[in-house]
Nanobody
């Protein structure tokens, strides 16, 4: 059983930056690809970014490409999401998750062991 704890969310003005962290415990962190998703009020959970188990492969949603960067430190069992040039439309609860199936990386159904989420609010 893997436990995930996100942190780093908060209130920021448009154009600002935040760095989210997701600390993992209870599993072999370095064996899993990891993902970040977000969910805004009244909307479905959407893919934000993915990183392979070793960190050599990443993918970002078109809506955040060039602004957000996913990374990981396997020695610290932590995955990060650096968010720059934030926009009001980035406001959401952000979740990290462990990719546990061979399904597509942009699909939430390919992931298990979700964290509790961290709120990001971007004011205009």
């Amino acid at each position: 059983q893997v436990q995930l704890v996100e942190s780093g969310g908060g209130l920021v003005q448009a154009g600002g930056s935040l760095r989210l962290s997701c600390a993992a415990s209870g599993g072999t962190f370095s064996s899993y690809a990891m993902g970040w998703f977000r969910q805004a009020p009244g909307k479905e959970r959407e893919f934000v970014a993915m990183i392979s188990s070793g960190g050599g492969t990443t993918s970002h949603a078109d809506s955040v490409k060039g602004r957000f960067t996913i990374s990981r430190d396997n020695a610290k069992n932590t995955v990060y999401l650096q968010m720059n040039s934030l926009k009001p439309e980035d406001t959401a609860v952000y979740y990290c998750a462990v990719k546990t199936s061979r399904g597509t990386y942009w699909s939430a159904s390919s992931y298990a062991y979700w964290g509790q989420g961290t709120q990001v609010t971007v004011s205009s």
